[in-house]
């Protein structure tokens, strides 16, 4: 199973304050865990909204809203993981394990193409997996 785990944005993040040497320090101490565990996928930081955009499509028209986006900053994501483990369980006690303080992160189960069952026909379950098989190829 994998899993995206949602660092949310706060409004240091948002103003573009980086974490400080010892959370750094403290995150890469706990992904090398992750990395040893076989666990660690994917893990990345996003840039403040101020430099991203929104694209909205409703009415066959296409809108482009430059950031930053006025939402509340914790419905923002700052970051994320993908973390291979085998139950949400699992992941769980992986966040537990974080050097996180003060904030809420978010646990969400990654589709895999069984997921869709007979909705995905099948020359589209060949297309996907060929696809990531490349994807994979490439990394």
């Not at 409004?11 to 980086?18: H, V």
């Not at 992750?34 to 666990?39: C, I, M, N, R, Y």
């Not at 028209?61 to 369980?89: C, E």
């Amino acid at each position: 199973m994998r899993f995206m785990i949602l660092v949310k944005a706060d409004k240091n993040s948002e103003a573009g304050i980086l974490p400080s040497q010892q959370l750094m320090t403290d995150m890469g101490k706990f992904n090398e865990a992750l990395v040893k565990a076989g666990v660690l996928l994917a893990a990345e930081g996003l840039q403040p909204s101020s430099k991203g955009a929104r694209v909205r499509f409703a009415g066959g028209r296409t809108t482009v809203i430059d950031g930053p986006f006025p939402d509340d900053p914790t419905s923002l994501v700052a970051g994320f993981w993908l973390w291979q483990v085998a139950s949400k369980q699992e992941a769980i006690d992986w966040l537990k394990r974080s050097p996180f303080q003060d904030t809420e992160i978010e646990i969400r189960q990654v589709f895999e193409a069984a997921d869709f069952g007979p909705n995905l026909p099948p020359g589209l379950r060949e297309a996907e997996e060929q696809m990531r098989a490349a994807v994979a190829a490439k990394n």
